[in-house]
């Protein structure tokens, strides 16, 4: 066979040399974690091994007993990582190796700051484990064959990370991948046994597979890791470090997490989950389709990595494992889907990441203000898709607040509760495309003369959470831009009484704006919610609210538009001035400036903003005059 005429020189796509020159030059100050890495993926090779041949036994080629091994060369300075795993084909290291097949790789490398410190975190959110051996060398060369190909199905990559790398067909006897890592100058500590055991069990301990390498005294191997599953030890027997390392291997985080839940469960079903709470948000969490959290294991043997049965969506940056004793080793998606036992985990797993929210949001504020800070707006999402924990979750969500005027969203349902004025019965909001058209907007007025507090939702998700969730223990959530404003007990009778007067004694005026304006709006009333704005736009109870308008027709959709109701200030001059207005066409510019500028203050935009202009410039003109 003339292997050579299989032998080609291909170019890294550009984002992987992007990558590669960020590794190289990010994460020089914690270089060790290249071995993490790649034992790492040889772990994965032989899990994904077992899982395959449980079905086809064959793929075992007569060795079933699965392991990594680390070996170095002093002479060569190379450090050999192998593995009789699943092993890859040649269309499989060009997928795996040569390119990066993940959405939102252009939008991820936009996001660098070019701060190393910074960016280390965020590649290491990335998870690019492969790459990570270009830390330390100049040169990697990958062998691999896969399980159930031929001998004659080697193949064999390598490159120098400039930007290039080889692949050719070779002979491999056996199947499974072996990385040889040929040292930069000035790596030689890694050129040494004890570094190198201190490493595997600094970061790998907990890697199920037995990882050996040669006894440093007598030429026969040892097992350096303790090699049995973290999750089946007694919880008392693992440290922090443990579980944070472990953390590491499941998630492909550089990082530890911010949280983690170690639970057996026995009785009618029987099964271990270890589930853990990133610190930082994956550069992917608004990919909804992109599910990679949960590994499921049956009696120790892998399954799939990526068991969305296991985690609703809006929980999808929760990572770990779950094993059962239960489920049936052959186990496939389509079963998952309508498995009883599946549906019970989930509930559970979804409870218990509840309840550590919970702990840290009563115990360790500074905490769950960095968790609400990453993952806030997907746990939001869980008030409208799981609609048996949507209180839980209401309790959960944090947002800011008239009471402390700021934008860090650090206000709960159950704050804004316990400050409620006496008399007060409903919990009032109010939606914006910004905090700070939240915080200005002209219908906050009348709340804050009154001291009453407005909670300021400026996340895009929040209009949809609030058509989901109408109320808080018992309290119903108001908006204060639709509907007639009603303060209930927060007026006294001799309130009421001005505010009737005021009407009837505004009625002939509110009648002629209505008039004037026409089609224009559904209606025009006093308004009793300002206090310093001349005009503001209310919309119907039953009607949509116009930021969510605006937020539908931004995301292309067809949306009814809803004629708004204007609101006029009987106590601003303007509206004064325009009572004794006599000449009808300076009353309808009046008129048409009033609405405009109310569309103006609540982030709308205008349909003719010329029109506007040349109004507002003849009227002033006038004024001067």
């Given at each position: 066979?003339?292997?050579?005429?299989?032998?080609?020189?291909?170019?890294?796509?550009?984002?992987?040399?992007?990558?590669?020159?960020?590794?190289?030059h990010?994460?020089?100050?914690?270089?060790?974690?290249f071995?993490?890495?790649?034992?790492?993926?040889?772990?994965?090779?032989?899990?994904?091994?077992?899982?395959?041949?449980?079905?086809?036994?064959?793929?075992y080629?007569?060795?079933?007993?699965?392991k990594?091994?680390v070996?170095?060369?002093?002479?060569a300075?190379?450090?050999?990582?192998?593995?009789?795993?699943?092993?890859m084909?040649?269309?499989?290291?060009?997928?795996?190796?040569?390119?990066?097949?993940?959405?939102?790789?252009?939008?991820?490398l936009?996001?660098?700051?070019?701060?190393?410190?910074?960016?280390?975190?965020?590649i290491?959110?990335?998870?690019?484990?492969?790459?990570?051996?270009?830390?330390?060398?100049?040169?990697?060369?990958?062998?691999?064959?896969?399980?159930?190909?031929?001998?004659?199905?080697?193949?064999r990559?390598?490159?120098?990370?400039?930007?290039?790398?080889?692949?050719?067909?070779?002979?491999?006897?056996?199947?499974?991948?072996?990385?040889?890592?040929?040292?930069?100058?000035?790596?030689?500590?890694?050129?040494d046994?004890h570094?190198?055991?201190?490493?595997?069990?600094?970061?790998?301990?907990?890697?199920?597979?037995?990882?050996?390498?040669?006894?440093?005294?007598?030429?026969?191997?040892?097992?350096?890791n303790?090699?049995?599953?973290?999750?089946?030890?007694?919880?008392n027997?693992?440290?922090?470090?443990?579980?944070?390392?472990f953390?590491?291997?499941?998630?492909?985080?550089?990082?530890?997490?911010?949280?983690?839940?170690?639970?057996?469960?026995?009785?009618?079903?029987?099964?271990?989950?270890?589930l853990?709470?990133?610190?930082?948000?994956p550069?992917?969490?608004?990919?909804?389709?992109s599910?990679?959290?949960?590994?499921?294991?049956?009696?120790?043997?892998?399954?799939?990595d990526?068991?969305?049965?296991?985690?609703?969506a809006?929980?999808?940056?929760?990572?770990?494992?779950?094993?059962?004793?239960?489920?049936?080793?052959n186990?496939?998606?389509?079963?998952l889907?309508?498995?009883?036992?599946?549906?019970?985990?989930?509930?559970?797993?979804?409870?218990?990441?509840?309840?550590?929210?919970?702990?840290?949001?009563?115990?360790?504020?500074?905490?769950?203000?960095?968790?609400?800070?990453?993952?806030?707006?997907?746990?939001?999402?869980?008030?409208?898709?799981?609609?048996?924990?949507?209180?839980?979750?209401?309790?959960?969500?944090?947002?800011?607040s008239?009471?402390?005027?700021?934008?860090?969203?650090?206000?709960?349902?159950?704050?804004?509760?316990?400050?409620?004025?006496?008399?007060?019965d409903?919990?009032?909001?109010?939606?914006?495309?910004?905090?700070?058209?939240?915080?200005?907007?002209?219908?906050?007025?009348?709340?804050?003369?009154?001291?009453?507090?407005?909670?300021?939702?400026?996340?895009?998700?929040?209009?949809?959470?609030?058509t989901?969730l109408?109320?808080?223990?018992?309290?119903?959530?108001?908006?204060?831009?639709?509907?007639?404003?009603?303060l209930?007990?927060?007026?006294?009778?001799?309130?009421k009484?001005?505010?009737?007067?005021?009407?009837?004694?505004?009625?002939?005026?509110?009648?002629?704006?209505?008039?004037?304006?026409?089609?224009?709006?559904?209606?025009?009333?006093?308004?009793?919610?300002?206090?310093?704005?001349?005009a503001?736009?209310?919309a119907d109870?039953?009607?949509?609210?116009?930021?969510l308008?605006?937020?539908?027709?931004?995301?292309?959709?067809?949306v009814?538009?809803?004629?708004?109701?204007?609101?006029v200030?009987?106590?601003?001059?303007?509206?004064?001035?325009?009572?004794?207005?006599?000449?009808?066409?300076r009353?309808?510019?009046w008129?048409?400036?009033?609405?405009?500028q109310?569309?103006?203050?609540?982030?709308?935009?205008?349909?003719?903003?010329?029109?506007?202009v040349?109004?507002?410039?003849?009227?002033?003109?006038e004024?001067?005059?």
């Amino acid at each position: 066979m003339n292997v050579e005429a299989h032998k080609e020189t291909l170019g890294f796509q550009t984002e992987v040399k992007q990558l590669l020159n960020l590794m190289i030059h990010s994460l020089y100050s914690n270089k060790e974690i290249f071995l993490r890495e790649l034992i790492s993926n040889a772990s994965d090779a032989a899990d994904r091994l077992r899982f395959e041949a449980l079905t086809d036994d064959s793929l075992y080629e007569g060795d079933s007993e699965l392991k990594i091994r680390v070996a170095y060369d002093k002479k060569a300075r190379t450090i050999t990582i192998s593995d009789n795993g699943i092993g890859m084909s040649r269309t499989e290291v060009v997928d795996n190796i040569g390119t990066i097949a993940k959405s939102g790789t252009t939008q991820f490398l936009a996001s660098l700051t070019g701060d190393q410190a910074k960016d280390a975190k965020l590649i290491g959110q990335f998870g690019v484990g492969f790459y990570s051996s270009f830390i330390v060398a100049d040169k990697v060369s990958l062998t691999t064959r896969r399980a159930g190909l031929g001998p004659e199905h080697g193949v064999r990559w390598e490159s120098d990370g400039q930007g290039e790398y080889t692949l050719e067909t070779v002979e491999k006897p056996t199947r499974g991948t072996e990385v040889v890592l040929h040292l930069r100058e000035g790596e030689d500590e890694f050129l040494d046994g004890h570094r190198l055991r201190h490493i595997v069990r600094k970061y790998s301990d907990h890697i199920t597979l037995p990882i050996v390498m040669k006894a440093e005294d007598k030429d026969e191997d040892e097992t350096v890791n303790r090699a049995s599953a973290l999750w089946a030890r007694p919880k008392n027997e693992i440290k922090q470090e443990e579980y944070d390392e472990f953390y590491k291997h499941v998630a492909h985080d550089f990082e530890a997490p911010l949280a983690h839940a170690h639970n057996r469960v026995e009785g009618k079903h029987e099964y271990i989950s270890l589930l853990y709470i990133p610190s930082r948000a994956p550069f992917d969490l608004w990919d909804r389709q992109s599910r990679h959290g949960i590994k499921l294991y049956v009696r120790r043997v892998f399954i799939m990595d990526d068991a969305e049965q296991l985690m609703p969506a809006y929980l999808r940056f929760v990572r770990g494992v779950v094993d059962s004793n239960d489920l049936p080793l052959n186990i496939s998606r389509e079963i998952l889907q309508r498995s009883r036992e599946i549906d019970a985990i989930r509930a559970a797993s979804v409870k218990r990441i509840l309840d550590l929210l919970d702990d840290l949001a009563e115990k360790d504020k500074e905490k769950y203000a960095k968790f609400w800070s990453e993952f806030g707006r997907a746990l939001k999402e869980g008030v409208v898709e799981d609609h048996a924990n949507r209180e839980r979750v209401a309790r959960l969500m944090r947002f800011s607040s008239t009471y402390t005027d700021n934008e860090t969203q650090d206000v709960s349902f159950a704050d804004y509760v316990s400050r409620m004025k006496q008399g007060q019965d409903k919990i009032y909001y109010v939606t914006a495309d910004s905090f700070a058209a939240a915080k200005n907007s002209p219908h906050l007025e009348i709340f804050r003369k009154k001291g009453v507090e407005v909670l300021l939702m400026h996340d895009h998700i929040d209009e949809w959470v609030v058509t989901h969730l109408t109320e808080f223990e018992g309290k119903p959530l108001q908006s204060v831009t639709k509907g007639a404003l009603d303060l209930g007990k927060l007026e006294d009778k001799e309130e009421k009484k001005r505010r009737e007067k005021v009407t009837a004694e505004f009625k002939e005026l509110v009648d002629k704006i209505k008039k004037t304006l026409g089609e224009q709006v559904k209606d025009v009333r006093i308004t009793h919610r300002l206090t310093g704005s001349p005009a503001c736009l209310v919309a119907d109870e039953q009607d949509m609210g116009a930021n969510l308008e605006r937020l539908l027709k931004a995301a292309g959709q067809k949306v009814p538009t809803a004629k708004p109701i204007l609101e006029v200030n009987p106590q601003h001059p303007i509206v004064a001035r325009l009572k004794d207005e006599a000449d009808d066409e300076r009353f309808a510019d009046w008129a048409r400036i009033l609405l405009d500028q109310a569309l103006l203050s609540e982030g709308g935009e205008l349909d003719d903003p010329a029109d506007f202009v040349s109004r507002l410039n003849n009227l002033m003109l006038e004024l001067m005059k």
